[in-house]
């Protein structure tokens, strides 16, 4: 049997990404996909950019990659562009939006947040009903599964059995109607969606980097046995922390906060 690994928004923690490669080989896993939001949040997105192209097979652009890396932006306007510089900016700006491929007769297609865009969410524990996110919700998962322009795909193509995304910073497997949904969270950014209370020590629990690992016949198209597992890994806070106390990366509170807790305090 073949092993993928699934990755996500890593944001810029090259702390956590350089713990979950250690583990994924040391797992003996080779093939790693990833589902983009390479940069923001914390302070070494040019580092997790460099790892990320020397260890991923496969690496789709987030909505932070397309908002971080385009060519119009002025020098000045983001720190992190300007810590990335101009030939990484390129590159994860000429990401593909989706990559799709065959494992053990399903049809898996993977993409940041949505086929029809990468603002677009499907979140399956909450609703964005009345927030500033409510015109990109989508209202069904199996919208998830939609042939659509944006990724290219027509009525004439086939439609996927797996749909794999992240975005939302919070892991997720489920079945709907013969289909199957995951999310493998995020890297470098997790988030435990009912968190609210940055001292709360059960938070311990959800601080973790998380990943995929798929697991059957690489590029077969023939049904074999399949499965996906949910990998929850602890990497030393601390020191990334140390790290971003280190630069004059802004908003330093808000995101050392957010990397103790959990909590999404935008």
């Not at 702390?15 to 490669?21: K, P, W």
């Not at 998962?141 to 322009?149: A, G, M, Q, R, Y």
């Not at 975005?167 to 890297?187: D, L, W």
Request: charged fraction near 25%.
């Amino acid at each position: 049997m073949d092993k993928v690994a699934i990755i996500s928004d890593v944001h810029g923690n090259i702390t956590a990404l350089e713990t979950v490669i250690k583990d994924i080989e040391d797992r003996g896993i080779k093939t790693i996909y990833c589902l983009g939001d390479s940069v923001l949040k914390s302070c070494n997105s040019a580092s997790v950019i460099d790892l990320l192209r020397k260890k991923c097979d496969v690496i789709v652009k987030g909505n932070c990659d397309e908002a971080i890396s385009r060519p119009d932006i002025p020098k000045g306007k983001f720190w992190t562009r300007d810590q990335i510089g101009e030939e990484r900016a390129n590159f994860i700006y000429h990401l593909p939006v989706f990559y799709e491929f065959y494992m053990s007769g399903y049809l898996i297609r993977l993409f940041h947040s949505s086929p029809f865009g990468l603002d677009y969410m499907y979140n399956p524990m909450f609703s964005n009903k009345d927030t500033i996110y409510s015109a990109t919700e989508l209202k069904s998962p199996l919208e998830l599964f939609e042939n659509t322009d944006f990724i290219g795909k027509t009525d004439k193509d086939p439609v996927p059995d797996i749909v794999g995304y992240g975005h939302t910073h919070t892991p997720n497997i489920f079945r709907i109607k013969n289909k199957m949904v995951f999310n493998p969270g995020s890297v470098g950014a997790p988030i435990e969606m009912l968190n609210d209370d940055v001292n709360d020590k059960s938070n311990k629990f959800s601080t973790v980097s998380s990943y995929i690992v798929l697991e059957g016949k690489l590029g077969s198209k023939s049904l074999d046995s399949f499965s996906i597992n949910l990998v929850r890994l602890p990497y030393d806070i601390e020191k990334e922390i140390a790290l971003i106390h280190n630069t004059n990366f802004p908003a330093k509170e808000r995101l050392i906060n957010e990397l103790r807790s959990a909590t999404n305090c935008h």
